[in-house]
Nanobody, 120 residues
Framework: QVLLVESGGGLVQAGGSLMLTCAASGPIFSIGPMGWYRQAPGKQRGLVASITGGGNSNYADSVKGRFTISRDNAKRTMYLQMNSLKPEDTAVYYC??????????????WGQGTQVTVSS
């Protein structure tokens, strides 16, 4: 069973930093694009940042210059370094990945989410 497990969320004051980690486990042949999404209360889930297997990244305008996405393919792990956090960054953050369990079968997987709360 493929699992994505996020960690690193918590409560931080505005201006502070957090690093989120997403670890993939299970029967994995390879991992394609990965991404971080977030959902605040009463709002739709939206993309925060994404990264290809080759390391090309993309960011939502609201986090550019503050957040950095990275991955370690050997460890099957993705990271999100979040600096200069703002109260509006408060949300549940979800990890997403396209995973091949064989050369011919892929699917999109989600983690269970980790809460990030930024106090003003």
């Amino acid at each position: 069973q493929v699992l994505l497990v996020e960690s690193g969320g918590g409560l931080v004051q505005a201006g502070g930093s957090l690093m989120l980690t997403c670890a993939a486990s299970g029967p994995i042949f390879s991992i394609g694009p990965m991404g971080w999404y977030r959902q605040a209360p009463g709002k739709q889930r939206g993309l925060v940042a994404s990264i290809t297997g080759g390391g090309n990244s993309n960011y939502a305008d609201s986090v550019k210059g503050r957040f950095t996405i990275s991955r370690d393919n050997a460890k099957r792990t993705m990271y999100l370094q979040m600096n200069s956090l703002k109260p509006e960054d408060t949300a549940v953050y979800y990890c997403n990945a396209q995973i091949w369990q064989s050369p011919y079968r892929d699917a999109t997987f989600w983690g269970q989410g980790t809460q990030v709360t930024v106090s003003s």
